[in-house]
């Protein structure tokens, strides 16, 4: 009879601990639960700096309000660079000695061939020739249009002046001499910069006579200008 009564009173006080023990380690788990979710919503919530202060929009009018990057913007940020500036000023001073020796550039259009990025026509423009097309296997606009220089689309000398500082980097030099020449008129001024001999240049000439030719230096880079002037009928 006590060996039973000691047993059910071993009993009630292992299922007494057990019914401590389980609501402990609820306790436990929901601190640990609360603790994580605390945790959580802090990791989760991005700090003020580093929210965009400016709302979502929620209409046109007031989307139209935000500021826009255009393509105007991106050019003057481009053209206020040092280096653009350099380059635009350097071709300046070419041109004028070339208005200084041939008068060519008063009122006449201008054809600049391969025009790279355009430096070449925003010297011409600032210099007061209006109507000036730069040209170029890659478009840069708004200063140069797309075109390929072997195969021009102009009509016959419909330009008064054309130039090119890249020659001697064209595939086909004859052909690309050639274009040169079927739209300049008769009396215009054709001019190159180049590396080459100047007799090599001046050959490829068929339709011009030669006029000068000078040493120049031209965005840092010491070449030989050869000024050529269109004789005869358009072919």
Not at 204 to 209: E, G, P
């Given at each position: 009879m006590m060996q039973a009564t000691k047993e059910h009173i071993n009993n009630e006080t292992t299922s007494t601990?057990?019914?401590?023990?389980?609501?402990f380690l609820n306790k436990i788990s929901y601190t640990s639960i609360t603790i994580a979710t605390i945790t959580l919503f802090f990791i989760r919530t991005p700090p003020q700096t580093c929210i965009n202060p400016i709302t979502h929009p929620k209409s046109s009018c007031e989307s139209s309000q935000r500021?826009?990057?255009?393509?105007?913007h991106i050019h003057r940020r481009l053209w206020s660079i040092s280096t653009w500036k350099k380059s635009v000023n350097s071709y300046t001073t070419l041109f004028t000695h070339i208005q200084t020796l041939t008068r060519v550039l008063n009122d006449t259009n201008a054809l600049i061939m391969s025009a790279g990025g355009g430096q070449a026509v925003m010297a011409l423009r600032e210099m007061g020739v209006v109507d000036v097309t730069g040209v170029e296997v890659v478009e840069s606009l708004p200063l140069v249009v797309r075109g390929d220089p072997h195969h021009l689309e102009f009509?016959?000398?419909?330009f008064g002046f054309v130039f090119s500082a890249n020659l001697d980097q064209a595939l086909f030099k004859e052909k690309y001499v050639k274009e040169m020449?079927?739209?300049v008129r008769d009396g215009g001024v054709l001019a190159v910069c180049v590396d080459s001999e100047v007799k090599e240049v001046v050959e490829?000439?068929?339709?011009?006579?030669f006029l000068l030719a000078e040493n120049v230096t031209l965005v840092g880079t010491k070449m030989t200008m050869v000024v050529m002037e269109r004789v005869g009928g358009v072919s």
């Open positions: 601990t057990i019914t401590k023990m389980s609501k500021q826009i990057t255009t393509f105007d009509f016959d000398g419909v020449e079927r739209c490829l000439f068929r339709m011009s006579r």
